[in-house]
């Protein structure tokens, strides 16, 4: 038998392109990492090295990457010729070589997750992936084997988004192994949109740790120029190495240079900007510290010390909790919901001091007699909850809705998501709600923004 196969223009790709375009490149032989000129109907020409087309960029444009070393994408409308000037090779990723390690500075343990820091571009469809290890940071980051002496490994290769409360456990474990070794800190790279719940986590399970715990992450990939994983990823080893406190902390841009790094407590920072790089705040709370320059400037008094004896490992997470963000015209047939698939607490994300619509207080009351934990925070970043001052607010106190004072609403999922673990009688999930485990609650609230640095 003899099969033969007719390919259809549409059907010919070449390095991503297809249809006409392939057509083209494939007459001239042209691979990519060819350089090559374009020379247009009109007269003018552009000249590079051809990349791989993007898998969603339009169909008729064609990617070079110009002497600058900035990429274009040039329209070839018909009529434009493509001519393969020199052969070249396609760009790769290649590892430099690991840099001569110093044994007498700091251990310190790079533990991967993924996340933008340990991305690169994808050219087949011009989004970022999970690609580079711990390893690979390494090689390209050395400046960080001149304040400690790196130990590097995957645990996973994910996008946060994809993080679960089985996986903070498997990252607690890791570290919590890594602290019984004698390591001096841990670094965590992790991706920023999910990083402040699992900083939260690792602050419940690893208590006054005897070494700094460093969660850190990239708003841009490494391999672009406005990158921020370098600085980050040096100032985050220093910390673990040199810091004088044991404590869980997130560390990433403060402002917009690349001069100042802000640390952040576990429990109490969130994500406040998509994008920018200095994207996380302390939230009701001074940041721990700063870094800049090589040199670590303490804010807050009283932290846990470096060497505590007050370790203590506390894994394990349910998922018997949700977190609910009210909106005006919500019904409580949500309660319903959750009640009937086993929920054993829930999380109110309130308007202002903590209020929902008085509708909802008949289904409250109901789930919460039949054993059912209700937190309430608030959806305002700043301030915290009092449910004295409106009668809504006082009706729900008196049902038995726990304010949680000015606990951050992701921390306070994940801290109900830890004590359920430990508590099955409601009355004792209220108490260690309400009980101030790991900095998650202050006293009194602090000013919305206060320049806890000079410039």
């Not at 992936?129 to 994910?158: C, G, M, R």
């Amino acid at each position: 038998m003899v099969l033969v196969v007719i390919l259809t223009m549409s059907e010919v790709e070449v390095a991503g392109y297809r249809g006409r375009l392939a057509e083209v490149l494939r007459r001239e032989n042209v691979e990519v990492g060819d350089e090559v000129e374009v020379i247009l109907p009109d007269g003018r020409r552009f000249a590079g090295r051809l990349m791989a087309k993007y898998e969603n960029s339009p169909p008729d444009f064609i990617s070079l990457k110009i002497r600058s070393g900035y990429n274009v994408g040039v329209h070839l409308p018909e009529g434009s010729r493509v001519i393969k000037l020199r052969e070249g090779t396609a760009p790769a990723f290649r590892r430099p070589p690991p840099p001569v390690q110093d044994p007498s500075l700091p251990h310190v343990t790079i533990i991967s997750t993924g996340g933008t820091i340990a991305s690169r571009i994808d050219y087949g469809t011009g989004a970022v992936k999970p690609a580079l290890s711990s390893e690979d940071l390494v090689s390209l980051i050395p400046e960080i084997t001149d304040v400690a002496h790196i130990n590097a490994e995957i645990l996973f290769s994910i996008f946060s988004e994809d993080m679960t409360p089985e996986m903070w456990d498997t990252i607690a474990a890791k570290v919590n192994g890594l602290i019984k070794n004698g390591v001096d800190g841990v670094v965590i790279t992790h991706g920023t949109d999910t990083m402040h719940y699992t900083a939260a986590a690792l602050s419940f399970v690893l208590q006054n740790p005897p070494v700094p715990v460093v969660l850190v992450g990239a708003q841009r990939s490494s391999d672009r120029p406005s990158s921020d994983a370098a600085t980050n990823l040096i100032a985050a080893v220093s910390i673990g190495a040199r810091a004088p406190f044991g404590e869980v902390v997130l560390s990433m841009h403060e402002g917009h240079g690349d001069d100042l790094i802000v640390v952040h407590r576990g429990t109490r920072v969130k994500k406040m900007h998509t994008s920018s790089r200095d994207a996380f705040r302390s939230v009701n709370s001074a940041p721990l510290a700063y870094y800049r320059g090589g040199e670590l400037i303490l804010v807050e008094r009283g932290l846990n010390p470096r060497g505590s004896d007050r370790y203590s490992f506390y894994p394990g997470f349910s998922d018997e909790a949700v977190l609910i963000k009210f909106f005006p015209p919500m019904k409580p047939d949500i309660l319903e919901h959750y009640a009937s698939k086993g929920v054993r607490g829930i999380i109110i994300e309130g308007t202002g001091l903590g209020h929902v619509s008085s509708s909802w207080i008949p289904t409250l009351r109901r789930i919460i007699r039949d054993g059912i934990f209700v937190g309430m925070t608030s959806q305002c970043v700043y301030g915290r909850v009092n449910m004295n001052v409106y009668s809504n607010g006082r009706r729900l106190l008196s049902i038995g809705v726990t304010p949680l004072d000015d606990m951050i609403s992701e921390v306070a999922l994940v801290k109900l998501m830890w004590v359920l673990r430990r508590a099955s009688e409601l009355d004792e999930v209220k108490g260690l709600m309400i009980r101030r485990i790991a900095g998650e609650m202050n006293d009194r609230s602090l000013p919305t923004r206060v320049s806890w640095i000079g410039d």
